[in-house]
């Protein structure tokens, strides 16, 4: 915990005051929740927080809003200086103070902190939606977590296709793309209890690939590393930043350090445009990317936000063939975006506070990524083109745990 200048109560010998000073408010520790295929955590979310003691105090109140300095609710924690406080929803802000008080009053409230609370990671093969029907337009999927079921609605005819591939019971997480390079995204799981990957290719066949340590923690991070048009097998081990590639046309293995352990969030893509997609991690805690290129440089950028909450949604916005910095506020739905060709663009589309899910993809062919999200209460999807227009679809049944979400990673978002 950072060490502040204490403050708090000023009792004299008969009696006592409310201190004229704020008392230092800080949150000690974060709590994140590791992933899973099935459940997003094994508990409800908690915060732990800690504050400097008030000499003279007989207990705290922990106060508590969804908006800034107005606190709706409050927690007696009693004389200790320490209280885990357990929100009522996720996806939302919270901010926090401390009042101390004894039997003569109560103090001021502390200074304010507050903290991001939601669902913050996917799988990166699912950070933008896949073509499995090769049209070069993005398909409308789900996957049903409780069987394990596939469901497409394929773009070049409007219908829509069905494959049973995974168990959820074993861990299995959908890591879709085009394993074979024939332009189609091929079903595919990582089976994250065995570091096993089970490939349906939309060319004819199937494969079982052993590449992970569930042990270890390792995420699946499947992408063309080495330019050849087939996704390769990749890892990301959360705990120490390392990256474990399998490039599958030469059977060549890659091992790099490229992030720290426990808050990086990996996000590879193409964002030089050579072809390949390059080994990157984006900060939550400093909102940088951190892209290392193919030749062995690297490049790091400002973009994001962690007072916003800024999820990572890189792609390829603006059609220049470079994927484009780009974060999504999991706080108010605000899509900024640095484009590869010069500039930037903000968009508003989307609620957090209703479950939307981002889902950006190139949905009409025009070789630029739309801004989309995916309200997991309704199913539904809510698209806003590049070239202007918006649409609207409905696809997927929420009563039968229809997700686009693939892995999700609980965390705890701090900011002041």
Known sequence: MVTRSRSGFRPSVSSFHAPRTIMRLAILSLIAFGISAVHLFAGPPQINIAWDPSSGATG????????????????????????????????????????????????????????????????????????????????????????????????????????????????????????????????????????????????????????????????????????????????????????????????TIRQLSWGYGGTDIPVPADYNGDGKAEVAIYRPTTGQWWVMNSDGSYVAYSWGSPASADMPVPADYDGDGRVDLAVFSLANGRWAVSLSSGGSRTVNWGAPALGDIPVPGDYDGDHRADFAVFRTSTATWYISYAKGGNTTYQYGTPSAGDTVAGVQQFTVEQFK
């Open 60 to 251: 705290y109140r922990l106060l508590y809003g969804t908006s800034a300095g107005q606190y709706t609710g409050s927690i007696d924690v009693g004389n200790q200086t320490t209280a885990t406080f357990t929100p009522p929803s996720v996806n939302q802000v919270y901010y926090f103070a401390v009042q101390a008080y004894n039997a003569v009053g109560q103090s001021t409230p502390s200074n304010e902190i507050g903290a991001w609370i939601g669902n913050f990671v996917r799988t990166p093969s699912l950070l933008k939606m896949k073509d499995f029907d090769g049209d070069g337009r993005a398909d409308l999927m789900v996957y049903r977590e409780g069987t394990g079921e596939w469901f497409v609605r394929k773009s070049s005819t409007g219908t829509s296709v069905y494959a049973d591939w995974g168990s959820p019971a074993l861990g299995d997480i959908p890591v879709p793309a085009d394993y074979d390079g024939d332009g189609k995204t091929d079903y595919a799981i990582y089976r994250s209890t065995t570091g096993q990957w089970y490939v349906e290719k939309s060319s004819g066949g199937s494969v079982v690939v052993n590449w992970g340590s569930p042990a270890l923690g390792d995420l699946p991070v499947p992408a063309d590393y080495d330019g050849d048009g087939i996704a390769d097998f990749a890892v990301y081990r959360q705990a120490t930043g390392q990256w474990f590639i399998f490039q599958t046309k030469t059977a």
